[in-house]
């Protein structure tokens, strides 16, 4: 037979790469064309799953522009930061962090 074993070492440190690997924190950017298409939603639905899941999410910065659905989605996310960011516009857009 011609094939060879393979080094158990290697395949140990191979093995603790991919694991590594798999352990660093990653970064999932929701694109959108315009304003309302659900970015932030999707976003907020997917971070409920992980949640679900075991994995450690926190939200960053949040507009929800007084969409009522976002804000439900909103509550029970853990935020970076305690302080709520003040809105630029004079609507009634809702930011929370």
Avoid: W
């Avoid at 924190?25 to 064309?33: D, E, R, S, T, V």
């Avoid at 971070?47 to 976002?70: F, K, M, P, Q």
């Avoid at 302080?83 to 630029?88: D, I, V």
């Amino acid at each position: 037979m011609d094939h060879e074993r393979p080094d158990p070492d290697e395949l140990l440190k191979r093995i603790r790469q991919e694991e590594e690997r798999e352990a660093r924190a990653k970064l999932k950017i929701f694109f959108g064309a315009s304003a309302g298409v659900g970015k932030t939603y999707a976003m907020l639905v997917e971070a409920h799953e992980r949640r679900r899941a075991g994995v450690d999410v926190v939200v960053g910065l949040i507009e929800s522009h007084g969409r009522r659905e976002t804000e439900a989605l909103i509550d029970g996310c853990r935020a970076a930061a305690s302080n709520t960011a003040a809105c630029a516009s004079t609507s009634s857009t809702s930011t929370r962090r």
